[in-house]
């Protein structure tokens, strides 16, 4: 069943990259010229998407905008867990009162609700990539720090830990040696997991007309002009974006609830993120 | 101890330990309450003052916001007078120590966005949002606990399929799409609902009039919440079915509605219920996207809106109270466990 | 795709007609249809501003609640007349315009039963004018120097300079003495909620996204028929074009496009009106690529205005190559144009040096010609704009990346980088219309905004003929100085200006007379538009 799933994921994944990557170089068409005469065609052999407000291919800027969002949500993903794995294992490693408050400020960021925070960064910085790969990284680091906190704190009882320790190990060193290189794949499984919420992100803030400018194609961009495009019937301007975004989400997630299954992660660290 | 170190029930605990007392039970709630509560403050302080420190780090200059388009023709000495007048070119402590100050003393200062007191802001966009949340969080617990359950005890029959693989697909859809289809489908399509707002334009404001805008709003929220919450619901209640004691029950010949509902549903609605918890930032985050779509004059839509425009005071407001809100319903999320779960002891 | 664009539309319609039937009297009053036929709902794209002359509201003669001294007549269809409002005749200008007498109208009373007068008119400007209140107007007021209540029913302005179309400055409405008694910022005056005016309207409610105004019984030109109006603040484009469709508003300003799938609806109207609102791209002087003027002659005849009109706008709109639109009668000159001619732009660029590098981008002296062009992210329009126009350089060998900015980095990017702009703020006067935008006096650090002359535009000839007019009482003299600015503009282009807007609402037939055009400024809304002489609106037959 995960075996199915996973094979599953991976293919459309695969499928989903291919397109996103390779037409729009084998197009070869200027993102920048537009045809204003030509905007707002219903799908067509010539155009298989149809086009969108200033006359562009949407089979052209759908992979596009797929590609731009899938590199921001893995740069997402992968910032999230390099900071998460990092305070995760430094904060099990410490204990007392670091742990303590660690968990705290943890507590503290999960209290504020990711899209609120993100809006207040990216509404501050508005337009910058920085700021919306940050505000997607700083407020979901939280989950794989407690994933990797927790796996390093059940890897310490035991016993290669304990003879480490015993051996004159310094606690820093086993962190480095011993408990995160074992606490790697869960966190390698949560960035996985993250991927569809990071698409998301991104998509949302544009939609909102905070993220990406709006002439840049992503999914969320395109979904923001598919809004306007709806009543003068261009509905082929949402449902192409639309499908892209919802494929690229199933794919990652089937591969991740894969993946979580056979690391045998709690069914939460999915639903939570 | 917050409710995602809350240990997982565990199901295959065959013998689950007596029962303690009520009065232990709320005495325990009463301290982890109280504990959390001690928590609350000092993160309600630190984010409010972030957001104060985070605005005066932004280029953005506060000026525009108050200006609009003026703003690019005002000339420099005028802005300059302006920001003077308005103390926006202060330090951030400043400000946020007046604002903080207001706070105590029960002022809270004045939105530029909106040109009205911020608890004028409050005052007549809260209601809206706690019900529109407060509908659609019903309507998703209610469907989710039917079907669920329903699914759950009819394993793998037609419903489950038709349920689970709907949830797994309704998991993908952001908010926003599902709320784009359905205005689509249900307001422009079928033109059986209204497309958006809170009344008919003009038209007074009467209980059949809301009731009939808040129904497509709240279900496209209660439909991008629903997956989760049903999904959960069926796997506890999986799980719980599969417990010895729920087996035990079965083999003593008891009916198979009678299982389900008085030996395993109770066991299964533990997870639940921090579920709901831990959904709550997700449903602000929700309302955010369904009230921007449907023009709900709600909350959540002030929040783009004060975030746009540097609007500190309603800004930090807003922010507070939805932590405020969030910590508060993981805690009664938590309490409600303590009580529920004859297991665990509210150390935490 | 639009037929069925229509069939969903219509679709709407019917159903919501039907709605219409089953749930009657959402007036409440016992006179049902009478009620509803004097009031009129309609949505704005705007939020609801400050109601309060001191914050900018009604600056250019639009408010409901306000009158001002003057106000603006419509009908035809050049720059609008002004007529007395609060004045009881037309402000008079000493001989060299630097002090203006106003006689003004009695027995008027404020909606809070005080009366109007002269202390009213001084104390409003002198709020403006104060630095305590932080009014984001008060530089438009920057020529006077004094405002003086010479008796309750006359008051003097003195400038600090000769201003001649002075009176256009006179349509800022009036508030009471005692409302603006306390100095401090407007922003937290009390009139922002609760204005006080002489209006042909009162502000009866704001409820969340909904302003309610009542027609005045007590104004002094006779109460409006429109007995009440219902705004609603409904932002975003789509979702307003499908609840006008459904038949839920009376009223309401479209973009062009979406305006357009409504023509056609039994019962719905759209229209136009004019403006003086130009879209253009500022070229700065400083940039080596944007500052060849070559390279700006060379986009002028690049850009396809024609095909931006009608592809973009919809045909709302009109190729515009200065400043100076059509409407404003003998001020235009009708030869200074510039004709889409690509080869002739090429044939500029390579005149000038610049040849074709092997990216087809051209290339001077190991410069590339490339420049951003910066634009707000949340308008459209601009973006729409901006992408034709890079579209059409790049046709040409000249390379325009976009930047989506936002105001506040926008501000100090505007001398040095290329932007997308929109102006004819106050259009009553060519002065208002030109100065600003043109006078080489704003280049200097600090004078004016930045939004003033953005392209750094120095030509002594336009100086010279600016000043003369804004002072000269000739209007022949007038005539010939702003007909020599414009044809300096297509001999030396500041910019590459595209269109004046045409501003475009859709409206419901009920059986109303008394719309008439006029021409309108930057900002518009459903404040202007087929509603801007609410007052006037007569019940047909």
């Known amino acids: ?273 | 101890m917050t409710l995602t170190e809350l240990p997982a029930p565990r199901v295959d605990d065959a013998a689950p330990a007596a029962p303690r007392p009520p009065r232990v039970r709320w005495r325990a709630a009463g301290r982890l309450a109280r504990r959390r509560l001690l928590f609350v403050v000092p993160v309600l302080v630190v984010v409010s003052g972030g957001v104060f420190a985070v605005a005066d780090a932004s280029p953005f200059d506060p000026l525009a916001g108050y200006l609009g388009d003026r703003y690019l023709t005002a000339s420099e000495q005028a802005q300059a007078r302006i920001a003077d007048e308005l103390g926006t070119g202060r330090p951030w402590w400043q400000q946020y120590g007046d604002w903080l100050g207001g706070l105590l003393t029960g002022d809270l200062g004045v939105s530029r966005s909106f040109g009205q007191p911020v608890a004028q802001v409050l005052a007549e966009r809260l209601p809206w949002t706690l019900l529109l949340t407060g509908v659609s969080l019903g309507l998703a617990v209610l469907t989710a606990l039917l079907l669920g359950t329903w699914s759950a005890a009819r394993r793998g029959g037609w419903v489950d399929r038709v349920v689970t693989s709907t949830c797994l697909l309704l998991q993908a859809v952001p908010p926003f799409v599902i709320a784009l289809g359905a205005v689509a489908l249900f307001a422009l399509g079928l033109a059986w609902l209204p497309v958006a707002g809170l009344t008919d334009a003009g038209a007074e404001l009467t209980v059949g009039q809301v009731a009939r805008h808040l129904v497509l709003p709240a279900a496209v929220l209660a439909a991008s919440q629903l997956p989760w919450l049903l999904l959960n619901v069926r796997q506890s209640l999986l799980a719980a079915l599969a417990d010895d004691a729920v087996l035990a029950a079965r083999a003593r010949g008891l009916a198979e509605s009678t299982v389900v509902l008085r030996h395993a549903l109770p066991t299964a609605l533990l997870p639940f219920v921090t579920l709901l918890g831990a959904r709550l930032p997700e449903l602000v985050v929700g309302a955010v996207l369904v009230e921007e779509v449907f023009s709900w004059p709600g909350l959540a839509q002030a929040v783009v809106t004060s975030a746009v425009e540097l609007d500190f005071p309603l800004l930090a407001v807003l922010t507070l109270l939805t932590t405020a809100a969030v910590l508060l319903g993981s805690l009664l999320a938590d309490v409600a466990y303590v009580l529920l779960d004859p297991r665990v002891a509210a150390d935490g | 795709m639009s037929s069925r664009a229509r069939s969903l539309v219509a679709l709407t319609v019917t159903t919501a007609a039907l709605t219409a039937c089953t749930a009657p009297g959402t007036g409440g009053s016992t006179g049902g249809d009478e009620a509803d036929s004097d009031r009129l709902v309609l949505a704005d794209a705007y939020e609801p501003e400050l109601f309060n002359p001191v914050t900018g509201h009604g600056e250019t003669g639009y408010s409901r609640v306000y009158d001002g001294l003057v106000r603006l007549t419509g009908g035809s269809a050049g720059i609008p007349e002004l007529e007395p409002s609060l004045a009881t005749e037309l402000p008079r200008g000493n001989a060299d315009a630097t002090e203006w007498t106003v006689p003004l109208r009695e027995g008027v009373t404020f909606s809070d039963g005080t009366t109007f007068d002269a202390a009213d008119v001084a104390a409003t400007y002198a709020a403006v004018l104060d630095p305590a209140s932080a009014s984001p107007i008060a530089g438009s007021y920057a020529m006077v120097d004094s405002v003086e209540a010479v008796d309750p029913q006359t008051v003097v302005f003195r400038l600090a300079y000769p201003y001649v179309p002075f009176p256009s400055k006179l349509l800022l409405g009036i508030a009471p003495a005692e409302a603006l008694a306390t100095p401090g910022p407007a922003e937290a005056s009390p009139l922002n909620t609760a204005p006080i005016g002489t209006g042909p309207y009162v502000l009866a409610e704001r409820q969340g996204d909904q302003t309610v105004f009542r027609a005045n019984p007590d104004h002094w030109d006779g109460a409006p028929e429109v007995e009440e109006l219902v705004v609603v603040y409904v932002p975003d484009d789509n979702t307003r074009a499908q609840r006008m469709a459904s038949g839920e508003f009376d009223g309401t300003t479209l973009p062009p496009l979406l305006a357009e799938t409504l023509a056609d609806d039994e019962g719905l109207t759209v229209v136009g009106h004019p403006s003086a609102d130009w879209r253009g791209v500022a070229l700065p002087a400083g940039d080596p690529v944007t500052g060849d003027p070559a390279v700006r002659l060379a986009l002028n005849a690049a850009v396809d205005r024609d095909a931006i009109v009608e592809s973009v706008l919809g045909g709302h709109g009109e190729a515009a190559s200065t400043f100076v639109p059509a409407v404003f009668g003998e001020f235009t000159d009708p030869s200074a144009v510039f004709t889409h001619d690509p080869d002739e732009a090429r044939r500029l660029l390579d005149e000038a040096g610049w040849v074709p590098g092997p990216d087809g981008v051209r290339v001077r002296d190991g410069q590339r010609a490339e420049f951003t062009v910066m634009y707000f992210p949340e308008d459209t329009l601009r973006r729409d704009l901006a992408q034709a126009f890079a579209s059409d350089a790049l046709a040409v060998g000249v390379e325009v990346d976009l930047e989506a900015v936002d105001r506040p980095q926008f501000r100090p990017r505007i001398p040095v980088d290329g932007s997308l702009l929109g102006g004819g703020d106050v259009p009553y006067d060519p002065d208002t219309q030109l100065y600003a935008a043109l006078h080489s006096s704003f280049t200097a650090d600090g004078v004016g905004g930045p939004f003033d002359n953005p392209s750094d535009y120095r030509n002594p000839t336009v100086d010279a003929a600016l000043d003369r007019a804004r002072r000269s009482t000739d209007q022949a003299e007038r005539v010939a100085d702003y007909r020599e600015v414009q044809r300096q503009l297509v001999a030396d282009p500041p910019a590459v200006v595209l269109v004046f807007l045409e501003h475009v609402y859709v409206m419901k037939d009920d059986g109303w007379t008394g719309t008439e055009p006029v021409l309108e400024p930057h900002s518009h809304g459903v404040s202007w538009g087929p509603w801007w002489n609410l007052r006037d609106w007569r019940r047909d037959g």
């Open chain 1, 1 to 273: 069943m995960a075996d199915r799933r996973l094979r599953a994921g991976v293919v459309l994944l695969v499928l989903l990259a291919g397109y996103a990557l390779l037409v729009p170089w084998l197009a070869g068409v200027d993102d920048r010229v537009t045809d204003f005469a030509a905007a707002r065609q219903g799908p067509s052999w010539a155009h298989l998407f149809g086009t969108d407000s200033a006359g562009r291919d949407l089979f052209v800027r759908t992979a596009a905008g797929l590609r731009v969002s899938l590199f921001i949500a893995v740069v997402c993903a992968l910032l999230s867990v390099l900071i998460g794995a990092l305070v995760g294992a430094l904060s099990a490693a410490a204990g007392g009162w670091v742990d303590r408050l660690t968990m705290r400020v943890v507590d503290g960021v999960n209290a504020v609700p990711h899209l609120l925070l993100g809006i207040v960064l990216v509404a501050l910085f508005r337009g910058s990539l920085v700021a919306i790969i940050a505000s997607i990284a700083l407020t979901h680091w939280t989950q794989v720090a407690r994933i990797v906190r927790a796996e390093v704190l059940s890897l310490r009882d035991r016993e290669h830990v304990d003879a480490a320790l015993l051996g004159g190990a310094t606690r820093w060193r086993v962190v480095r040696r011993h408990l995160l290189p074992a606490a790697l794949p869960q966190a390698l499984v949560a960035a996985v997991l993250l991927l569809p919420h990071a698409v998301w992100h991104e998509s949302t803030l544009s939609f909102l007309g905070l993220g990406l400018p709006p002439h840049a194609a992503s999914l969320g961009t395109l979904l923001q002009e598919a809004r306007s495009s709806l009543l003068l019937g261009g509905w082929w301007t949402l449902v192409f974006p639309a499908l892209g975004l919802v494929l690229a989400t199933l794919a990652v997630a089937a591969i991740g609830a894969a993946l979580r299954d056979r690391a045998a992660l709690p069914e939460r660290a999915g639903a939570q993120l």
